[in-house]
């Protein structure tokens, strides 16, 4: 399995997708894959022919708005057609701009309203513990996330669970919605703050597969948060870390030239 490859049709899918609807958010989804792919195609234990098997695993990308990525993920996986991603954020398609759960099958929560995912995760952990599955879920969140007081009550919530079943991923790519993380509400020292609240953290360039399984697959006795440390636009030049590609989509040249980038750059 060629994750880099994986990852390249998935951010081909995306800015597609992204320029055929005028969608937002490229750079959101970009940021992602890399992750999703190693969570999708290599770690987690999922059935695209049975997405509601009981003893999956489970992901939630809590900022929903990222969801361009998702759907590709899960397309490129199996779970739906390829087709139905032309249909994404338009009038008469079927993937609504913010992720749906009864739209495909394989979104395991709708999101886009920020700061939920995390607690829904933890309600998640807690009923693998219940049911004595012995399955993951995996929560992430973005930076500007952070900010959403709810995701710190939750934070404080699941060690004193004992939720070692629940990973929390922080796509750290230091832009949000109206400018630079550490100018907006600086989370830092972020390491630190979580190991406070009784979380393993460990922090990783989530663009690095071999960074990402290590730390996805570490076994640990407490909630575990990995720090992704990632760009935002990853793989399209000129989108990386261009605060203006949260909200702009790609015209017909740009959409040319990022498809050419991501059949042609030598990654990493
Ligand atoms: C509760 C809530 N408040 C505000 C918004 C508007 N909003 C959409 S994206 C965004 C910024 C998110 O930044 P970050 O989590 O860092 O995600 P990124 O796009 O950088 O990956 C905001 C504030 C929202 N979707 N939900």
């Given at each position: 399995?060629d994750l880099v490859q994986?990852s390249?049709?998935?951010?081909?899918?995306?800015?597609?997708?992204?320029?055929?609807?005028?969608?937002?958010?490229?750079?959101?989804?970009?940021?992602?894959?890399?992750?999703?792919?190693?969570?999708?195609?290599?770690?987690?234990?999922?059935?695209?022919?049975?997405?509601?098997?009981?003893?999956?695993?489970?992901?939630?990308?809590?900022?929903?708005?990222?969801?361009?990525?998702?759907?590709?993920?899960?397309?490129?996986?199996?779970?739906?057609?390829?087709?139905?991603?032309?249909?994404?954020?338009?009038?008469?398609?079927?993937?609504?701009?913010?992720?749906?759960?009864?739209?495909?099958?394989?979104?395991?929560?709708?999101?886009?309203?920020?700061?939920?995912?995390?607690?829904?995760?933890?309600?998640?952990?807690?009923?693998?513990?219940?049911?004595?599955?012995?399955?993951?879920?995996?929560?992430?969140?973005?930076?500007?996330?952070?900010?959403?007081?709810?995701?710190?009550?939750?934070?404080?919530?699941?060690?004193?669970?004992?939720?070692?079943?629940?990973?929390?991923?922080?796509?750290?790519?230091?832009?949000?919605?109206?400018?630079?993380?550490?100018?907006?509400?600086?989370?830092?020292?972020?390491?630190?703050?979580?190991?406070?609240?009784?979380?393993?953290?460990?922090?990783?360039?989530?663009?690095?597969?071999?960074?990402?399984?290590?730390?996805?697959?570490?076994?640990?006795?407490?909630?575990?948060?990995?720090?992704?440390?990632?760009?935002?636009?990853?793989?399209?030049?000129?989108?990386?870390?261009?605060?203006?590609?949260?909200?702009?989509?790609?015209?017909?040249?740009?959409?040319?030239?990022?498809?050419?980038?991501?059949?042609?750059?030598?990654y990493?």
């Open positions: 399995m994986i390249k049709n998935i951010r081909r899918s995306i800015v597609k997708m992204n320029a055929k609807s005028f969608a937002s958010h490229s750079g959101t989804a970009l940021s992602t894959v890399d992750i999703l792919s190693s969570l999708y195609f290599k770690i987690m234990n999922i059935d695209e022919n049975n997405p509601q098997l009981k003893n999956r695993d489970k992901f939630i990308l809590s900022k929903g708005h990222g969801s361009s990525a998702l759907y590709a993920t899960l397309s490129e996986k199996g779970f739906f057609d390829k087709k139905l991603l032309e249909g994404f954020y338009i009038d008469g398609g079927i993937l609504p701009g913010h992720l749906d759960k009864e739209a495909v099958p394989g979104v395991e929560v709708s999101s886009g309203s920020l700061g939920h995912g995390l607690s829904i995760g933890i309600g998640m952990a807690i009923a693998n513990k219940v049911d004595k599955l012995d399955n993951n879920v995996y929560v992430m969140c973005g930076d500007g996330e952070l900010n959403e007081g709810s995701v710190w009550e939750a934070i404080m919530f699941a060690p004193q669970n004992k939720l070692n079943n629940l990973t929390l991923i922080v796509d750290y790519n230091k832009l949000q919605g109206y400018g630079k993380t550490n100018e907006v509400i600086n989370l830092e020292p972020l390491n630190e703050k979580l190991k406070a609240f009784n979380w393993d953290v460990i922090e990783i360039n989530g663009h690095d597969f071999e960074e990402i399984e290590k730390s996805l697959t570490k076994v640990t006795n407490k909630p575990k948060a990995i720090i992704a440390h990632t760009i935002k636009g990853k793989g399209v030049s000129f989108m990386e870390n261009e605060f203006v590609w949260h909200y702009k989509s790609p015209n017909e040249e740009q959409l040319k030239q990022a498809l050419e980038e991501l059949l042609w750059e030598i990493l």
